[in-house]
């Protein structure tokens, strides 16, 4: 630069550029999963970093569901960096022991796909076993043998005749 003009040799040019990031916004949204299957409930969380910078937000324990792997996500300058944790419900094992006088229980569930058979009923150890999502509704009923009646459950809650599988630690 020779008096605030430029001059060029052979008709080249070199600049150097330098960038420095700059602030950038990211999101995190926690999907939780329904009875169903499907997204039930989703809380989204913003943050704001430096672009470019590598981030690990954390998973949140909930009761009655598995809990993601963290992730390590570089954060985009373009402030569309969404990181998605999704929870998915436990299954537990329901067993319904079979006492003197009754002659066959049956578990069924009140939405499809949330109830499953584990096997043959176990004639030996009197008891039925059950795979059961967390919250989901179930109906039992049992068949009495001749001379008795069935008189209810204990062990669970029901609403009317709708028992609701409750978080298990």
Known sequence: VVDNKW???????????SWTP??????????????DGSEDEVH??????????????STKAVEGFNTPVAQAVQVSANADTVITYTYTRKIYTLTVERKVGV???AVTAVTDGNVTP?????EIANAYNYSVVYGAGFRMTSTPETGYSTTGFTGL???GNTYTMPYVD
Do not use: I
């Open 22 to 35: 700059s602030e950038a916004s990211y999101k995190v949204r926690h999907v939780y999963k329904g009875v």
């Open 118 to 122: 584990l096997g043959e009923d176990d």
């Open 103 to 105: 002659k066959s229980v």
């Open 7 to 17: 001059k060029v040799a052979n008709n080249e040019v070199e600049l150097f550029a």
């Open 44 to 57: 989204e969380d913003q943050f704001t970093t430096t672009s470019d910078t590598e981030v690990t937000p």
């Open 157 to 159: 809650t029901a609403t």
